[in-house]
């Protein structure tokens, strides 16, 4: 059959996502805002075979086992029960980023093996449909299908637990500057880290505030006020990190150069006028938002910082996509 390749970027969420509703269908206990990010790039080739007797699963060239390969095996079942086909498939990805550096890389991992699977099965289903599928890979995966600036409603069944693009990639020139402080993979990974978020005596709080601070968010960037955005995107990392430190046992994700990249950012902050906000996922890399005439002041920044092995810069991309050039 068709082989077909596809690309998905990775995206950073402003407005996070941290608790399931339902674990197995991996529905959100709240909405999130996200942005696709440019620099994070998979791409996956998928080729149904009838000559194949199980599905073959390669990273960067390598063969790929145990439950890293269990999940796509997973996933892959998903896609063939809608295609209702039973032939096995032969999967290649790699990452336009390091693997292990830290950088997450299931959503984009996700969203471009449902792109080209869905497709190498001639199945034609709109952004929304993919969206949810890809959501049932990985949560975070449902916001690497659309373009630019994306939406997740949490909804109520998994139908209706989709992303949407709100505003394509060039609505707003902004940077997401990732700063890796390890190249460690993460001790607890965010399937089982968020597993205890009902154990933060916080948990309810921040689901209450969401919303607002969802709402607050869209605003700023359509309206494309940096400062406002920035104050909301901090705020909001802020309050998720307290559910995790505050959840039995307790999740502290953020390192020693993590903290010290924080309070040399406010410092900065207080001194001059420097609109650089950062946000942090479960893991202890900073990403420094800032508009695009700020790279260069933020790139000068992070060198007088101790302890970052390295940093890159991303801007709004489009989603996933499928393109010509496959991997084998
Ligand atoms: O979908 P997952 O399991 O990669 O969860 C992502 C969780 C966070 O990165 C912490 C927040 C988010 O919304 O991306």
Known sequence: MKKITAKAPANI???KYWGKKDAALKTPLTDSFSMTIDQSITTTTVAFDTQLTRDEVFFDGKVVSGREEQKVIEHLDRIRALGKNTLFARVYTKNSFPSGAGVASSASGFAALTLAAASAL??????RQLSILAR????SAS?????????????????SSYAESLFPSDHWDIRDIVCIVSDKEKKVGSTE?????????????????VPETIDA????????NFREFGVVVERECINMHAVMMTQEPPLFYWSDTTMRIINALVDVRSRIDFPVFFTIDAGPNVHLLCESKQEKAVESFIQTIPGIVRSYSNKPTQGARIVEDHLF
């Open 13 to 15: 969420a402003f407005v």
């Open 122 to 127: 001639a199945l034609t289903l709109s952004t």
């Open 136 to 139: 049932l890979g990985s949560g």
């Open 143 to 159: 916001r690497s299908i659309p373009d630019g600036f994306v939406w997740w409603h949490a909804g109520t069944d998994s139908d």
């Open 193 to 209: 880290g968020m597993g205890g978020i009902r154990t933060s005596p916080f948990w309810r709080e921040r689901l209450k505030a």
């Open 217 to 224: 968010c869209i605003g700023a960037v359509r309206r494309k």
